[in-house]
């Protein structure tokens, strides 16, 4: 949600996932900040126990792919397949 010179995140809904290998729905209930908080909760578990975080830079990377494929497959109205990430 934004608006009005603010912005909140949330976790609430239901996520479908179906490919050849994939069949799964799991749905969220309504936690405000969850997603922030998760990790914030988990970076400092990460420092306390001297390892690394859950979350690394390729998961953000892949966020990023994954939400672009999904503003084009809404826009054009077809399957984005993702390729691959390679390190």
């Not at 949330?10 to 799964?24: I, Y």
């Not at 494929?69 to 826009?75: D, F, H, N, V």
């Amino acid at each position: 949600l934004s608006g009005l010179g603010m912005l909140a995140e949330g976790r609430q809904g239901t996520l479908e996932v179906v490919s050849n290998t994939v069949n799964s729905t799991d749905t969220y209930p309504a936690q405000l900040l969850a997603n922030y908080i998760d990790e914030v909760v988990d970076f400092q578990h990460a420092i306390t126990e001297d390892r690394a975080p859950a979350a690394t830079g390729l998961d953000g990377t892949r966020v990023v792919q994954v939400t672009l494929a999904m503003i084009a497959s809404a826009r054009e109205k077809r399957t984005v397949k993702i390729a691959p990430l390679t390190v």
